[in-house]
């Protein structure tokens, strides 16, 4: 009895093998979200930014999209805002939360948009930060580094509030130390302050005014002494800081995005 009964588990199992199979296989597939049209990555280094762009898409429930051309015939831009409209992107729907960067290899251009939630925690200049502290990297062609970079600090973008500048410093470590040990110092000090004895007596209390007197009073005058500095001149140049490049605008298929753009 219990033999068959062993057999008898041992066929289901065998029946639902390829289901279970078929179920850890549709897990492990992953959609693609590294474009390297213009071969600037290895195998490899596709793979690890495909990996880290799964990882924090899911995270933030954003799709992070990576998007190198060469020899394009349309703008980097307008052919971005065309692969949003015609490919659907979106991290759990078509044309939804969509963090992408785009390279123009041939104007060394690139670009940089979000779309819905995206476009709401990264505003053109957080975009327009992003873009500028990956640029060098872009610059001497350390690639991967870039979009590895830009992964990241898309990552710890969102996870302020917006409005908030992420690179304010009250919001690193070591200044918030430095203000809690300023504060608990004046607070302490406050607290001596007032358990400290106060004084009764003034240098009027044992004065006798009926007797005192001023023997002599004299105001002399010595000199005037006046500097003269020149005013400086305040400068008719704009800064080479490229945070105008930051923008609000929408793709052909009506949907709004921030962006930012620059050159590399």
Known sequence: MKSLKSIIIALIFLLFIPFFSNEAHAETVEK???????????????????????KYSKKRETDFIIITQENIEIDIEQYMNDFYDEEGLGYDKKHGNTAMI????????VVLHGFAKAQTYLDPDRLTQIREKITPYLSEGNYYTAFESYILLVDKYMNYRPGVNPENPIYRTWVQFIIAIGLGAVIVGGMAYNVKPKMTTTPGTYRDTERS???????????????????????????GSGRSGGSIGRTSGGFSRSSSRGKF
């Open 213 to 239: 007197k001023v023997l002599q009073r004299r105001d002399r005058y010595i000199r005037t002494t006046v500097t003269k500095r020149r005013k400086p001149k305040q400068s008719s140049g704009g800064g």
């Open 32 to 54: 693609q979200r590294v474009f390297d049209d213009a071969n600037l990555l290895s195998d490899d280094e596709v793979e690890k930014l495909e990996k880290l762009a799964a």
């Open 102 to 109: 785009g390279l123009d290899m041939t104007e060394r251009d």
